[in-house]
């Protein structure tokens, strides 16, 4: 049985299977209504997130009849199949109205809301896609798989417990900028106050989308690409007019505070020209941060990828004249490979000649240590962009934008312990579905977390929760706990029947307010 009750009744609390049998019914003589095998699909991504294949088998072996009330038989392919084309052309309605149920329901802040998109990788060619859905395409994907397909989603999470109230699917192949304004309209139906303050990353920045934002009222914040404050500009800065932060990260919780990062800020102003002339200028807050985290791994990365340039460049010396470099072409070609490969370009010097006595190529290179300095004038200095009003200091403004990893760990979920990538389905229709079904499962994931960790509060652990230890609750570890729960099924007369429940069993279901004897 597992989490299967858990899972039963955050569906009823947001009304899952009501919203949809609304937008797409059925007959009346059909034996389920797609709402009920969306709820089953939900079920089965949360208590066993493999590939989407045989749910019949899943739901005979789990107690989906007793929760749901479904015969396993009528779980079929065929009929998942059809309830995913059915909701298909509904999803945005759904959508929205599950995350108003969610906002209502469990009383969420969205008066913030983080913004951020992935990658999804797919299996097969998908030649023939309905041009209403989210198109597979080549793009650039999060898990570094350039040979395959891929559709995108967005996820907007709120700040109050990481809840994904907001979803999208989108081309494989879709410019994250150019998304921006379409998922800020969408959020101002769901979000209250109406100027909420909307987080994301350097995607988020563009004057197209800053200046559609501040036509909305709605309040933005994300960190600046060097299109917009380029390094000329951050190797200028002085550390010393910048003012401490009193932030620790939560890395760094545990270390001493001598080993901790630290972060520096100071402010100015920028503006921001439109492409054409009778555009308006946008007046923005400008805040640099200094990052002695960021620094450090600048400084890191900086010295790997100068040595391992060294190191083919030094093959490249010893090899000149061989059958591989036999002339200033060959050996031209190569610099060109392992500059790029090696991403050193901007510091690489090279002189490529021919020995007049040999006829051999003859190669002199160093790294120019004036670009060097240059570059590292720059390390740990990144910029926010920013609409916020003048009474949001500049470090206030740093813990903002520094909340937008809970958009990133929800996406960690995502790929994790609901088992998304890679997928293969018939087509783009059901795909989109799809990915509307796991994220709900997500939603209902966060949910489940945030109502544990406001249920113990003060307390910001729970008692044997890993390894028999305290541990802050996730909703891994929750799920993880509730997996042993059992039910017998009815035999010989007798009903089905629940074994008690462990300590920590009982204690979750308690701050759930789940009664697994009385599924919904």
């Known amino acids: 049985m597992g989490s299967l009750p858990v899972v039963a009744e955050f569906c009823r609390r947001l009304d899952v299977a009501g919203i949809i049998d609304r937008a797409c019914p059925v ?6 209504s797609h709402g009920q095998v969306i709820e089953a699909l939900i079920a089965n991504r949360l208590t066993s997130p493999t590939p989407l294949v045989r749910v019949l088998d899943w739901a005979k ?11 396993p038989v009528s779980l ?27 906002i209502s329901t469990f009383g969420l802040d969205v008066s913030r809301l983080h913004w951020d998109m992935t990658s999804i990788s797919l299996y097969g060619a998908y030649e023939h896609n309905d041009d209403e859905f989210a198109a597979p395409k080549f793009g650039h ?15 907007a999470v709120t700040t109050d417990g990481g809840v994904p ?14 998304q921006v304004v379409g998922a800020m309209t969408a959020l101002q139906k769901l979000a209250t106050p109406p100027g909420f303050l909307l987080v994301g990353d350097s995607k988020l920045v563009s004057y197209g989308n800053l200046a559609a934002m501040s036509r909305a009222k709605v309040t933005f914040l994300a960190p600046a690409s060097k299109t917009y404050v380029p390094a000329t500009i951050l190797a200028t800065l002085d550390l010393d007019a910048a003012t401490e932060v009193d932030y620790v990260a939560q890395r760094d919780a545990a270390k001493p505070p001598d080993q901790r990062g630290r972060w520096r800020v100071f402010e100015d102003t920028m503006t921001m020209t439109g492409p054409r002339k009778r555009d308006p200028v946008l007046h923005l807050r400008r805040i640099f941060v200094h990052s002695t985290a960021r620094a450090h791994a600048a400084v890191t990365a900086r010295a790997k990828k100068l040595d391992r340039a060294r190191d083919d460049l030094d093959r490249l010396s010893r090899g000149l004249g061989s059958r591989h470099y036999p002339d ?26 021919t020995n007049p006595a040999t006829g051999k190529p003859t190669l002199e290179w160093h790294y120019d240590e004036h670009a060097l300095a240059t570059e590292a004038a720059t390390d740990g200095w990144y910029a926010l962009l920013t609409n916020l009003p003048a009474d949001t200091d500049p470090a206030e403004v740093l813990r903002r934008y520094k909340a937008q990893e809970t958009v990133e760990r929800r996406y960690s979920a995502f790929k994790g312990p609901l088992a998304v990538a890679p997928m293969f389905l018939n087509n783009n229709r059901r795909i989109a579905a799809l990915i509307t079904v796991i994220c709900l499962a997500l939603l209902i994931f966060c949910l489940i977390e945030r109502q544990v960790r406001t249920a113990i509060a003060p307390e910001t652990t729970l008692e044997g929760l890993y390894a028999g230890r305290p541990a802050k609750p996730t909703g891994r570890l929750i799920f993880q706990a509730l997996a042993p729960l059992r039910l017998i099924p009815a035999a010989a007369g007798h009903p089905p029947g629940i ?8 204690r979750l279901l308690d701050l759930l307010g789940v009664d697994p004897t009385q599924p919904p």
């Not at 059809?82 to 969610?102: C, N």
């Not at 070609?333 to 050193?344: L, N, P």
């Not at 074994?499 to 009982?506: F, V």
């Open 27 to 32: 007959r009346s003589v059909a034996h389920l």
């Open 61 to 71: 072996q789990w107690a989906v009849e007793e929760v749901f009330g479904i015969d």
């Open 76 to 102: 079929n392919d065929d009929r998942i199949g059809r309830a995913l084309d059915a909701i298909a052309p509904e999803l945005d309605s759904i959508i929205g109205s599950v995350g108003a149920q969610a």
């Open 141 to 155: 994907p999060k898990d570094r798989r350039p040979d395959l397909k891929q559709v995108q989603a967005g996820l």
């Open 165 to 178: 109230v907001f979803h999208r699917a989108y081309d494989g192949g879709a410019g994250e900028v150019s």
């Open 328 to 353: 200033a072409a060959a050996v031209t070609a190569r610099i060109t490979a392992i500059s790029r490969a090696r991403k050193v370009a901007r510091y690489l010097r090279t002189a490529v000649g």
């Open 499 to 506: 074994p008690q429940p462990q300590p920590l069993q009982a």
